[in-house]
């Protein structure tokens, strides 16, 4: 395994990262178990501000596991062999001129968009390197993911490391959605002040709500009343249909002897269709390891 050049649904991480200070993701952490078996559960968040390791519970949880378990491997070579697929069904290949028309405009609101080779990328990638611009102004970035900071310490202590999905299928998801519903991502992005409000608010939940407040917000965060049908089809493909494919998986390696840590982005983990209640509905007990 090698560090990570990655781009994934969410964002591109290029570096590692290295300072003195702690993260503290301990209330996205949970203990699973049935029976004599258990592992553990973190949903991951893919932006961060620099840290140098996350707090006690999670390295412990780590320590003690036989295992990690991410959504997608991010060796180099198979980022690499993918990276060509941000570019499958295009802005330049798949706009009509009304959308073309549209994401000229957004060039202007965004710094990432004005650069020369931007509308080789296909929109839904696009939109990634957008969130990134304004996580990055706020002091997160994917550079700092937590997947990322897992992955590398598993290479590091050569732990063994397995995937629930993989880099091929996630970029393609990334290219069909481009292809069906671009408007999608364009109303989304030419929403400036509120993605920007959207974003902002995301990360600071995560990191800095109490449990009480961050449940709240998730759970307004992953309602769908007044979500149009462009973006309710874009959450059940990235969300609800991933996690029913996913959660076959996650049951067959907590009913092994070994120990699993399995972190998954947190949008999967929470909610009525989220990876904690599908567990909870195949028996097992679930609990935040901070209590």
Known sequence: MKKIILFGLVSICLFGCATNTILDVSKHLYKVSKGEHYGYLLGTNHSAKKYNTLDDYTE??????????????????????????????????????????????????????????????????????????????????????????????????????????????????????SKEVPNYYLNELSRVSNYTKEINDFNTNYYNASKKQWKKYISEYLQGQNFSKNKLYVLNKMGTERNKKMIDKIDSYFQEDAISFIAIGISHVEGDNGILKLLEEKGYHVENVKK
């Open 60 to 177: 412990k949880a780590y320590e003690e596991s036989d295992r990690l378990i991410l959504e997608i491997s991010m060796d180099n070579y198979e980022s690499q062999k993918n990276i060509e697929k941000t570019k499958m069904n295009s802005v330049e290949t798949t706009l009509t001129d009304e959308q073309m028309r549209k994401f000229d405009l957004l060039r202007k609101k965004y710094n990432t968009l004005k650069q020369n080779n931007i509308k080789k990328f296909n929109i839904a990638t696009i939109s990634s390197l957008c969130t990134e611009e304004i996580s990055n102004k706020e002091g997160y970035s994917s550079q700092n993911a937590i997947d990322l900071y897992l992955y590398n310490k598993a290479v590091s202590d050569n732990k063994t490391f397995e995937q629930i999905e993989n880099q091929n299928f996630q970029y393609e998801l990334l290219a069909s959605l």
